[in-house]
């Protein structure tokens, strides 16, 4: 059915030269709509539960120590577990050792990723501390040096992830950006927030166009409060970057990438995901968390991320208080059962605000 001029008028107009793919470093990217990493949520069970409802471009591991991932501690090889379905892929590393990050960045071209993306962006303290993320954003020949090096050790594309800068008075990502780019870095990736800030205050858009301008050709992908249709609208126009990476906002609807691709092509989301589907995307994501990690890891993790589902499902919350202490899969088939059974108690929500909480210890151990 065509659309109607009404419904038009309800999205804002897709920016020029949104729609379809992009290129990093010269590798095929089929959509402009990424997903951010965050530690502890976008597991390769969630990646591939999202990967199925489609519209998903470059997604991104959890934040891996190159250290552990070289020691080939447990919980490194998890945060980078990844399979041919995954795809395309960046397994993101920190590190302040060069060597190690070299050699972490082989192993990661070794297990078929897209591409290794290396962390600047990380606010937390014991992280910053130990001469990782955001405090390379200090020293910018040390952080320089860095990509240069890993550039020269893969031939896979080589990206960053940063911040704008420490704080207001050293916006330092447009500057850097210029030199990574001279290095041979195939894309950054920028947090539209400074270190200062953490995940408070809002995104500055003004700096995001700032990076854009200050590179030749390297595409920039712009992170930071994209939540909404209008949000990716705003954030293409006011920065000219060349994809957005959005991370709490996938969390809270993890059909927004099907929706925003849509939109992208045809000026509509297409229809709201029906209970039904919200129910089997829940219910597939906790099965692959199953298979993967065991069924108590998978109870564990699903008791996490149950409130969001709780909002995004509308499910009566007799059903919430029966999961919220889950201990088996079987206790979920059986809940699942009667969420199904008894539909939703309210209207679908399109949009809600996921609060993920920040630890303040080293990411490897999130």
């Known amino acids: 059915m065509p659309q109607t001029d009404r419904e038009e008028s309800l999205y804002p107009a897709v920016p020029a030269g949104v729609s379809g793919a992009f290129e990093i470093g010269g590798t095929r990217i089929p959509s402009r709509f990424c997903l951010a990493p965050m530690a502890g949520y976008t597991s390769l069970a969630f990646r591939l539960a999202v990967r199925g409802l489609g519209g998903l471009g470059l997604a991104t591991t959890d934040l891996v120590n190159a250290r552990s991932l070289l020691e080939k501690t447990r919980r490194a090889l998890e945060l980078a577990e990844t399979c041919d379905e995954d795809r395309p892929l960046a397994?993101?590393?920190?590190?302040?050792?060069?060597?190690?990050?070299?050699?972490a960045a082989r192993w990661v071209e070794g297990?078929?990723?897209?591409?290794?993306?290396?962390?600047m962006g990380c606010p937390v303290?014991?992280?910053?501390?130990?001469?990782?993320?955001?405090?390379?954003?200090?020293?910018?020949?040390?952080?320089?040096?860095?990509?240069?090096?890993?550039?020269?050790?893969?031939?896979?594309?080589v990206t960053v992830k940063m911040r704008l800068g420490w704080d207001d008075q050293s916006i330092t990502a447009p500057s850097l950006a210029r030199q990574f780019e001279q290095v041979g870095a195939a894309a950054v990736i920028v947090h539209g927030r400074t270190r200062q800030q953490g995940f408070g205050g809002k995104v500055n858009r003004d700096g995001l166009r700032a990076v854009v301008e200050a590179v030749e050709s390297m595409p920039i992908i712009a992170n930071g409060d994209v939540r909404t249709i209008a949000d990716?609208?705003?954030?293409?126009?006011?920065t000219g970057c060349a994809a957005i990476s959005i991370g709490r906002g996938a969390l809270a609807n993890p059909f927004f990438f099907r929706q925003?691709?849509?939109w992208s092509r045809t000026?509509?989301?297409?229809?709201?995901?029906?209970?039904?589907?919200?129910?089997?995307f829940m219910a597939e994501h906790f099965h692959a968390l199953l298979a993967r990690r065991g069924e108590f890891y998978a109870c564990l993790q699903f008791r996490k991320i149950l409130k969001w589902y709780y909002h995004f499902t509308r499910m009566p919350?007799?059903?919430?208080?029966r999961l919220i202490n889950l201990s088996s899969s079987a206790h979920f088939d059986e809940t699942v059962a009667m969420i199904r059974e008894a539909g939703p108690t309210g209207s679908l929500p399109g949009h809600f605000e996921a609060h993920i909480p920040v630890p303040s210890g080293p990411i490897d151990k999130w």
């Open 111 to 119: 297990q078929g990723a897209t591409a290794v993306d290396i962390n």
């Open 260 to 262: 925003l691709e849509s």
């Open 267 to 280: 000026g509509s989301p297409g229809p709201v995901p029906s209970f039904e589907e919200r129910v089997d």
């Open 317 to 321: 919350k007799a059903f919430y208080l």
């Open 125 to 157: 303290r014991k992280v910053v501390r130990s001469g990782g993320g955001s405090a390379l954003m200090c020293e910018a020949d040390r952080a320089t040096d860095l990509v240069a090096a890993m550039v020269r050790a893969v031939s896979i594309p």
């Open 232 to 238: 990716a609208a705003a954030m293409f126009e006011e």
């Open 91 to 103: 397994i993101q590393l920190y590190g302040h050792v060069t060597s190690e990050m070299e050699r």
